[in-house]
């Protein structure tokens, strides 16, 4: 019976190959034994079993084990090695695995619990709807409130449904706008919610308090130029607001410069060489803009006075109102206008509170002359 040949170092460095059964072994013999020469260099393979006996009678027990022993612990190092990969192995497997548990638990949760039907009590006043519903926008604190992580903790009366203390006609009407966004489309955008002017300041901290703000009016989150964004929105030419219906400016009394030229205050670069002025000598004196077709929430202001009447005409202090009628807000400002600085720069409106308004006016003691007019803030379309 044949035997595998293994590999046998001769010497310095020369190599034989026995017919043992197995894994190869090497191990150091003298450069000539048994009854073949052997090469002094090189490699020598033993093709036949009877050349690999006589090799073998040859070598020492001493010389055997040796190679033997260097072999398993090579074999035993490389073994090592291959567990720790497979244990590496199996635990990301481990990790992953319980990822896809846990991914697979929220889906689950997910999918049982977002078109249960949940029973409110808002403000004394029963109403339902489904989860899916109150949780529709993503990210808003209405839609956390009702994600099924913090139903323990909301207050319930005593048959057990879910208590707001909140106005019951405002909330609803948020609800229905809910209902209608999930199934609105482009071509049929859900109309926002029509509120009584008296209703509005209260209806909008209840939007800003759920934090839904951004998923009824849009991403209106940064500060920008209030007159830029209704033109770029109605993709009309900015100096042209007025002819389109955009906006109205109206003066308590004017002199010099026609009302139908009274837009060109809020375009890109105002007036220049005119002026936005009252009638000489008439106290007080006012402009305001109403806003026809949005609502914006003033947070700043740039005015630009005419240079050649500073002096003479323009006040250096005024009162801004933001909104008209119940609700409006107030604030005192000034501005040392000059005819080395007739610009204020932004000037920030710190105290407002969220209420979005469609009508803004400056009250001036005295006379006044306004080459530009710049707004800061936020736009949202009427509904």
């Given amino acids: 019976m044949e035997m595998e040949a293994i590999e046998v170092v001769v010497g310095g460095g020369e190599n034989v190959d026995y017919g043992l059964e197995g894994e190869g072994v090497s191990m150091p013999l003298s450069e000539s034994q048994g009854d073949a020469p052997l090469q002094s260099q090189g490699q020598v ?86 989860r899916a519903v109150l949780r529709s926008a993503e990210g808003s604190l209405l839609a956390g409130m009702f994600s099924g992580n913090f139903d323990s903790g909301h207050k319930r009366d005593k048959e057990g449904r879910i208590f707001l203390d909140i106005d019951p006609p405002l909330f609803s009407k948020v609800l229905s706008h ?126 630009r006075a005419k240079v050649a009447d500073v002096l003479a005409h323009m006040s250096n202090q005024w009162t801004f109102r933001h909104g008209a009628g119940h609700g409006t807000e107030i604030i005192n400002m000034s501005y040392a206008f000059s005819r080395l600085e007739p610009c204020t720069a932004r000037l920030e409106t710190p105290g407002f509170g969220p209420s979005f308004v469609d009508e803004v006016s400056w009250i001036f003691p005295r006379d006044f002359c306004l080459e530009h007019i710049m707004l800061y803030g936020r736009v949202t379309s009427k509904s």
Avoid: W
């Fill in 45 to 130: 393979r033993v093709a036949s079993s009877s050349n690999s006996l006589r090799v073998l009678e040859h070598a020492t027990l001493e010389e055997l084990a040796s190679a033997l022993t260097t072999q398993l612990a090579k074999d035993k190092e490389r073994a090592a090695l291959q567990l720790v990969e497979a244990n590496a192995a199996e635990k990301r497997l481990e990790e992953k695995r319980s990822k896809l548990e846990e991914l697979e638990h929220r889906i689950f949760a997910v999918a049982d619990g977002v078109d249960d039907v949940v029973e409110l009590n808002v403000g004394g006043q029963l109403m339902s709807t489904t």
């Fill in 178 to 303: 809910l209902r209608l966004r999930r199934i609105a489309s482009p071509d049929c955008p859900a109309p926002l919610p029509h509120i009584a002017e008296e209703l509005q300041p209260e209806y909008d901290m209840m939007i800003k308090y759920f934090g839904l703000e951004t998923f009824m009016y849009g991403d209106t989150g940064t500060t920008g130029n209030i007159f830029f964004k209704i033109a770029e929105l109605a993709g009309v030419e900015q100096s042209k607001l007025q002819t389109h219906d955009l906006v109205k400016l109206s003066l308590s009394s004017t002199g010099g410069v026609p009302a139908s030229s009274h837009e060109e205050v809020v375009g890109m670069a105002g007036f220049c060489e005119r002026s936005l002025e009252n009638s000489y000598g008439a106290r007080p004196n006012s402009v305001t803009v109403k806003f026809l077709k949005h609502r914006v929430r003033i947070e700043g202001m740039e005015l």
